[in-house]
């Protein structure tokens, strides 16, 4: 387990998690997601660990540690369960990060310590139906009514809205226009606000176990004080976040990654075909030795732009290549892996099967990998 390219805080933690990740998450996954429920239980255990408060300073309860600490627990999450590990990464980077980042001290005090404790989560409102990767097309409004944000629209897609401790969601909405321009701020809804409706669960082909809804707007109204940030510049301010969340998701697809690796060199040791182990066969080594480059290659491009990150360095365009690279990686093992399998591999029991149906997001959220490629592009000057 020791990995020379971590010191020994760093290895201790990848020890530990893979440890709970084995012990803990692993058991409970297949009826977790069998069932589509987010076992509150694990999520509890994950906070008093302290991995929500990883890359927070301890006067709110954080462990004082950075991103790439975040993100060893997100991998050693992914390859045992990716719905747990993109609980933990959106509650930190989508929940708790942009308080941390934009919010006053007021804000800081009330809500971080129960966030890093795992004893809340938030969501973060950006995508809606009519506004993905061009979320200039934001159709949300909030307008000021005396003292009180009155909020009207619709999102999609939002991770941790509506989990029995779902604290509260940031939504970015239309303030305003600027120089003939959207204006766009993001406001803080508690849970419960009336004219706030957390829509039904989607059905989804993977990350079952993973608590996501729409939200509706309809004249929700809350404190002039819930604005988190400067007026005006929330979709710049949420662009950070994403560069930052790039990461973690390639750290979490790395996970998975890993953890179809290790089961398909587990199972072709021990499926016996025609008196040989599956093993002996030169195509099962070769398909089994692509999926370790394929590892060993998302790791060392996530590990890169981590520690451009925690050294305050540019990352973006390394965040986008870590992403690209990694969701690649999970989406190609996912698929030999079950192939490996055979017949197993489309078994739901079979943690590859879940690994097969969850990767495919990973080439989506957080920026599609047509958007990874354009933020490469323009970065090589490739541009109109």
């Not at 995508?127 to 629209?153: H, K, Y």
């Not at 993977?206 to 819930?226: K, M, Q, Y």
């Not at 930052?244 to 998975?256: D, H, Q, V």
């Not at 739901?348 to 997001?361: F, G, L, T």
Request: proline share 4%; with cysteine.
């Amino acid at each position: 387990m020791h990995q020379h390219d971590l010191n020994d805080d760093e290895n201790e933690l990848a020890r530990l998690v893979r440890e709970f990740a084995d012990e803990v998450v692993a058991p409970a996954s297949y009826e977790a997601d069998r069932t589509k429920t987010l076992p509150l239980d694990v999520v509890a255990q994950m906070g008093e660990l302290g991995l929500f408060g990883l890359p927070f300073p301890e006067e709110f309860g954080g462990q004082g540690g950075d991103y790439m600490a975040l993100c060893l627990a997100i991998e050693g999450l992914g390859r045992v369960d990716q719905s747990i590990a993109i609980t933990l990464e959106a509650g930190v980077s989508l929940g708790a990060m942009p308080v941390f980042r934009f919010g006053t001290d007021a804000q800081k005090q009330e809500l971080l310590p129960d966030l890093l404790a795992g004893r809340a989560l938030a969501g973060f409102g950006l995508t809606e139906p009519e506004a993905g990767s061009d979320a200039g097309a934001t159709r949300t409004t909030a307008r000021l009514d005396g003292g009180e944000w009155v909020i009207n629209g619709s999102k999609q897609f939002i991770t941790n809205s509506g989990t029995a401790i779902t604290r509260f969601v940031t939504v970015t909405a239309v303030t305003g226009e600027r120089e003939g321009r959207k204006e766009i701020s993001t406001i803080m809804v508690p849970n419960g606000t009336p004219g706030f409706t957390v829509e039904a669960p989607y059905d989804k082909v993977g990350w079952h176990a993973s608590d996501t809804h729409p939200l509706t707007f309809v004249d929700a109204r809350v404190p002039e004080g819930n604005l988190l940030g400067e007026r005006g510049r929330g979709f710049a301010s949420f662009l950070h976040i994403l560069d930052e969340g790039r990461i973690a998701i390639a750290a979490l697809s790395t996970g998975a990654a890993e953890g179809c690796l290790e089961a398909a060199v587990d199972y072709a040791k021990k499926r016996t075909v025609f008196g040989e182990p599956l093993s002996s066969r030169q195509s099962i080594q070769f398909t089994i030795a692509r999926m370790q480059a394929r590892v060993h290659t998302a790791r060392l491009a996530w590990r890169h732009a981590a520690r451009l990150r925690d050294s305050g360095k540019p990352f973006k365009t390394e965040a986008a290549i870590a992403k690209l690279t990694a969701s690649d990686a999970a989406m190609d093992n996912a698929r030999d892996a079950t192939q490996v399998f055979g017949g197993n591999g489309f078994m739901n029991e079979y943690p590859v099967a879940r690994h097969y149906r969850d990767s495919k997001i990973l080439e989506i959220g957080e920026g599609t990998t047509e958007v990874q490629l354009l933020v490469i592009s323009r970065a090589l000057g490739l541009h109109g």
